[in-house]
């Protein structure tokens, strides 16, 4: 049996996503690391963090809060768990795991470190949970959705008290903003059945794709800007593409195209990541 609710918890946790906070972490950190930083123990245990335990916090509040909308989702079905606030065994998991993020936030050497955490912690929570809920209003959600730049930012702090480029910021930032929408514009109709208006059901969903493509945009051409490597600039092209080839398909091949962002997402991270370790050679 407690196997079985293990199982649910890693389930709900959307291993598949995992490359989100884990590899963002691993990037931020590796881009001003020096090869013993990667014995220290605040790695480890932040490196453990961003595995279950913060995916957990993150998609089970999600859940808990969203079975009003969840119970209309057409991406939902066969794909995620569609849970109730009186879910005891995911209160308490996500109680447990906010618990683990706060002695992770603990054992942070740097104070800027330490407010990167937070401010993941704080939107993970404000973005699904009442009476906050920024999910549910316009600009905001995406907004919000910067909490999955945090992680990067901890692992930068981690190794310098140096701010790291703005425009770096900016590039991630927008590309986080546009994941957001581009993920929300399947759930246009359940979220208008559940009566929350995201930013996808405040736009509709040609102006939502549209926001996209723009958000994209502007994350390749800042990567064009600064001179990234010409391969993860050419890569990064990927995103406005299949944003523009969301005009001329259906909803249910929307709903497939969307299914492919873990593999895209973790082939453009592993550049990134790459790239970010190149100083280490």
């Known amino acids: 049996m407690a196997k079985s609710k293990f199982g649910k918890l ?5 291993p598949r996503f995992y490359p989100y906070l884990l590899g963002t972490y691993l990037v931020g950190f590796t881009s001003v690391a020096n090869k013993a930083d990667f014995l220290s123990l605040t790695f480890l245990l932040t490196f453990i963090f961003f595995t279950l335990p913060a995916n957990l916090f993150l998609y089970g509040i999600n859940d808990l809060y969203d079975s009003d909308t969840d119970k209309y989702s057409v991406k939902k079905k066969g794909k995620e768990f569609v849970a109730s606030q009186k879910d005891k065994l995911l209160s308490r998991a996500t109680l447990y795991c906010f618990l683990i993020g ?5 054992i942070q050497t740097s104070f800027l470190s330490m407010m990167s955490l937070s401010l993941f912690l704080a939107l993970s929570y404000l973005y699904s949970a009442s009476p906050f809920r920024l ?7 995406f907004g919000a959705n910067f909490l999955y730049i945090t992680p990067g930012l901890v692992g930068y702090f981690q190794n310098t008290n140096t701010y790291p480029p703005l425009l770096i910021i900016l590039a991630a930032s927008f590309w986080a903003f546009a994941m957001h929408i581009f993920s929300a514009i399947p759930d246009i109709k359940a979220d208008k059945n559940a009566q929350l208006k995201t930013t996808a059901v405040f736009l509709g969903r040609k102006n939502a794709i549209i926001l996209c493509v723009l958000f994209w945009s502007l994350t390749s051409f800042i990567l064009f800007y600064i001179n990234m490597p010409v391969t993860l600039s050419l890569v990064s092209l990927t995103y406005p593409s299949i944003a523009f080839l969301a005009f001329k398909i259906s909803e249910k091949d ?19 990541f790459s790239v970010s370790a190149l100083h280490l050679l």
């Not at 706060?102 to 603990?106: A, D, G, M, W």
């Not at 999910?135 to 959600?141: C, E, I, M, S, V």
């Not at 969307?258 to 593999?263: I, K």
């Open 254 to 272: 929307y709903i497939k195209l969307y299914w492919y962002f873990p593999a895209i997402n973790l082939i453009v991270g592993f550049l990134l």
């Open 10 to 14: 890693v389930y709900i946790s959307r």
């Open 135 to 141: 999910k549910a209003r316009p600009f905001l959600d």
């Open 102 to 106: 706060i002695v992770t936030l603990i």
